[in-house]
């Protein structure tokens, strides 16, 4: 039998630190997408914006203002009672991949371990995944274990979707 979480951990300590700053928002974002009627609408959108703000500066190699600017108003948005559910888990995987993405924070190679981090946001979309599909399921438990399972098989695709042909000239194959 595959064990997806572990396979998922796998591929993810394999992956360089570009693929990684690229996956966490593309992680956060699908649960967010996924699971957007759990939040409210004021939270759905500061976390939104964290996670555009944080692909500008993946792609640019600086962080700006509107990353500074975002991350602000996401701490504005937020109260106690979002903590709860799956919208609160959701919305930290949003803040999560801002910390993993954010050019501010980049150190040595060796210094941060960025597929921990980036599998920690992982596991964050599974939880939230198994709380939102759960509720008001008599069988909430399996539906949990499915809606889990579920996610994390989406992360796998996505992590092998994004990974570079090291075959591809242009990734220095021959």
Do not use: C
């Not at 951990?9 to 967010?32: I, K, N, S, T, Y």
């Not at 500061?46 to 600017?69: F, Q, W």
């Amino acid at each position: 039998m595959i064990i997806i979480p572990k396979l998922l951990a796998e591929l993810l300590g394999e992956a360089d630190e570009d693929q990684l700053r690229r996956l966490a928002p593309d992680f956060a974002e699908h649960a967010l997408d996924t699971y957007r009627s759990a939040m409210r609408e004021p939270l759905y959108e500061a976390s939104a914006e964290l996670l555009r703000a944080v692909r500008e500066g993946v792609d640019t190699g600086r962080a700006g203002e509107r990353m500074e600017t975002a991350r602000r108003s996401f701490f504005a948005v937020r109260t106690d009672e979002d903590d709860s559910g799956p919208g609160g888990s959701v919305s930290w995987t949003a803040f999560r991949a801002f910390d993993v993405g954010s050019p501010r924070l980049r150190r040595p190679v060796g210094v941060i371990r960025h597929d921990k981090q980036v599998a920690d946001i992982a596991a964050r979309a599974q939880e939230a995944a198994g709380q939102w599909d759960a509720a008001g399921d008599p069988r909430s438990a399996q539906a949990a274990r499915v809606a889990r399972w579920e996610e994390a098989r989406w992360q796998i695709a996505r992590v092998v979707a994004t990974a570079p042909n090291p075959n591809d000239v242009a990734n220095g194959g021959r």
